[in-house]
């Protein structure tokens, strides 16, 4: 969930059937959706036949965050929230979901919003920590948002305590773990030592931006567009829950078990049924955070570094194509020194695009055959290049942000990076020589490629 980018889910909900979010496996229970795991297909009479027919539903934890009302602006009456509240909580009985609901303390104003978590825990939800103020990560330094989140979860515990409960899980407010890597490591060293886990999410969806539509067009009497609206809610979410499911389903090559997010709202009072029947109808179990948690693809969170916060499944994907990246640039330079070291010109410049610009202190050369030209004249033959040793100091990545039709803010692919390096010429007759290079490449239909070469 990222607010700030776009509430406009109920207006833009109709182009995802014209992307590859509805893309996905044909799974048990509907043929157009992606559900627990793949129908697998065999021949009629077979002794596989009826195993095949009945495939494993896909665990999946719900999670409600901000408690104990969402969007409590639209909700100030108290009868109001103990309405939604009291129908939030018939859905998850008649479906028996065991969810973890996500508290911020600072939104429990009253003894009427305390009781309103009393009913939750009645119902067997189980409660964690959305930090007091629900404050935005990016905005804010380690020390004051540990000192936030340590609020709220002492407040949450004053609640749990006479119940004999104790507060193990914590969400992320807008999913932002951290811009730097520094802001990342203090918070998870906090959570670690006060023995709350965090709970990420890994179907990402933009469900908070219909309630404000709905309640509008409720309490106006506009039937018609509430109807609207509570369609466009339902499309959003099975759509997010194809399109995360069979990138999940990608990223580690087996059905794996998801995380929904969804909030405590208006809008999930009157739909959370119809999204509950087909959830279980296309393949998909409720089933408790102690289960899912335990899936091996929850025991390593990614250091994911970015100003917004996307799902979990984009998060590893970034992780590993950053790493890739990274593997790959390093052995381009391996490459280039071995070139440089056997007397291989032609080779070395060949990674140089045929736009590249060479700074120097003494020249500018512009074009990879200029730049081939260059290095011939000044290194003659064998002996005069003598064995080159590169040594990286920093390679960086360039990506963004970037925004989803959808509204969702993901990582942006990688077409860009830099090296910095001291690169150093060694002779067996003279003494060596040494100097630093910054380079800026592109990625061009699969290859790295020099488009800047600063060496110095």
């Known amino acids: 969930m990222t607010r700030g980018l776009s509430n406009s889910w109920c207006r833009r909900a109709a182009i995802l059937a014209g992307l590859g979010l509805l893309a996905c496996t044909t799974w048990a229970g509907d043929s157009s959706s992606a559900g627990a795991a793949p129908t697998a297909v065999a021949t009629p009479g077979t002794p596989s036949a009826a195993a095949a027919a009945k495939p494993v539903p896909r665990p999946i934890l719900l999670t409600v965050d901000d408690l104990p009302i969402g969007s409590s602006r639209l909700h100030p009456d108290p009868d109001d929230r103990a309405a939604i509240t009291g129908d939030l909580l018939a859905v998850l009985r008649r479906h028996r979901v065991p969810a973890v609901g996500f508290v911020i303390w600072g939104g429990v104003t009253g003894p009427a919003d305390a009781a309103l978590l009393d009913r939750w825990i009645a119902a067997r939800v189980e409660l964690g920590n959305h930090s007091f103020g629900h404050l935005d990560f990016t905005r804010t330094d380690a020390a004051a948002y540990v000192a936030d989140v340590e609020k709220g979860r002492a407040g949450l515990q004053g609640l749990l305590d006479p119940r004999g409960a104790r507060c193990r899980f914590f969400r992320f407010p807008f999913l932002r773990e951290g811009d730097t890597e520094d802001k990342l490591l203090a918070v998870r060293r906090y959570l670690e030592e006060s023995g709350q886990r965090p709970v990420p999410v890994t179907i990402d969806n933009q469900d908070w931006s219909f309630e404000e539509p709905y309640v509008e067009a409720v309490r106006r009497g506009d039937r018609s567009r509430a109807r609207e609206v509570a369609a466009d809610y339902q499309a959003a979410l099975r759509a997010a829950v194809r399109h995360h499911e069979m990138t999940g389903d990608e990223l580690f090559g087996r059905p ?124 003659p033959d064998r002996a005069a290049m003598g064995t080159l040793r590169l040594e990286i100091e920093e390679i960086r990545p360039v990506w963004g942000m970037e925004v989803t039709p959808a509204g969702d803010a993901v990582p942006g692919s990688i077409h860009g990076a830099s090296i910095a390096a001291r690169w150093t010429l060694a002779y067996p007759d003279r003494p060596a020589a040494t100097g630093r290079t910054l380079l800026v490449f592109r990625r061009e239909r699969g290859a790295w490629l020099i488009v800047q070469d600063a060496s110095m």
Do not use: K
């Open 256 to 379: 794996v078990p998801q995380i929904l997010l969804l909030h405590a709202n208006a809008i999930g009072a009157s739909e959370w049924e119809a999204l509950f029947t087909w959830l279980e109808r296309t393949g998909h179990r409720f089933a408790t955070a102690d289960e899912v948690l335990r899936d091996p693809v929850f025991a390593d969170p990614p250091r994911f570094v970015g100003r917004y916060g996307p799902g979990l499944w984009d998060r590893i994907a970034h992780v590993r194509e950053d790493q890739e990246v990274r593997d790959t640039l390093a052995r381009l330079m391996d490459d280039q020194a071995a070139a440089w070291s056997r007397g291989d010109l032609d080779a070395f410049c060949a990674v140089y695009a045929e736009d590249a610009l060479f700074i120097s202190p003494s020249d500018t050369t512009r074009g990879r055959r200029a730049v081939l030209d260059r290095y011939r004249s000044r290194y």
